[in-house]
């Protein structure tokens, strides 16, 4: 189904022409794929990869591992990933050519004073941003809009009610990140924005707690970023 959808997609150059792309899937639980079969996008954005180019010359990298390695850090913060990346030294071991970075919903889910604002997430992914590309050889990185919640579940469902304000956090927050990637451009560096509002995601996408995503939501993510990410590679 993903492969069908991507069929439009520019044809692979030759092997001989490519080089190893090191991918680092890098968020919250988003990224790590909780629900569903496993490993959220990444499973269907990985066998996607490989019906693109033959022979497969891109793989995931990350300090964990979950259906694949990874760097997706359940109930984390920006500032969370932040300080669990550099703790576990993620880009030195791993140097990543590509960052699939997609951020920002537990900024949001819990209430003051531990729940954020749309402008001190904003200040948090900046400063994400500047460590990721504080390199010599900076990677590729690729800043998602962070997918809507469907508030009605997650008050019933979570562990606990998700703050009254998640979902209007969200969009002013969506509504600053091309900004906050134009300056990142502006600078010299590799970054472009992923708009997950481009899903189409629908209720019955969501798992239970209305926050993560059932295998068929997690398809829709992966033809996000594969549309973005292929004609990188």
Request: proline share 7%; net charge neutral; with cysteine.
């Amino acid at each position: 189904f993903l492969l069908a959808a991507l069929s439009g997609a520019r044809a692979a150059p030759p092997a001989s022409d490519q080089a190893a792309a090191r991918i680092l899937p890098l968020g919250d639980s988003l990224t790590l794929g909780i629900q569903g079969q496993g490993g959220g996008y990444r499973a269907p954005l990985g066998a996607a990869l490989k019906g693109y180019s033959s022979p497969f010359n891109a793989g995931f990298v990350g300090g964990l591992y979950l259906a694949g390695d990874h760097s997706g850090y359940s109930g984390h913060t920006l500032s969370g990933i932040l300080g669990a990346v550099t703790q576990a030294r993620t880009m030195e071991l791993n140097d990543p050519t590509h960052v699939l970075l997609l951020g920002g919903t537990n900024d949001f889910y819990f209430y003051p004073p531990l729940g954020a604002n749309a402008s001190t997430a904003a200040a948090r992914m900046h400063a994400l941003l500047g460590f990721l590309t504080n390199r010599s050889d900076p990677p590729r990185i690729f800043v998602a809009t962070v997918p809507p919640v469907l508030e009605e579940r997650c008050a019933v469902y979570s562990q606990g009610p998700c703050a009254p304000t998640i979902s209007a956090n969200i969009a002013a927050f969506n509504v600053a990140l091309p900004g906050i990637v134009a300056e990142w451009v502006a600078k010299g560096f590799r970054i472009q924005l992923v708009d997950m509002g481009t899903a189409g995601f629908a209720p019955e996408d969501y798992w239970t707690a209305g926050i993560h995503f059932n295998d068929n939501g997690w398809c829709k993510m992966a033809r996000v970023w594969a549309k973005a990410l292929m004609p990188t590679l």
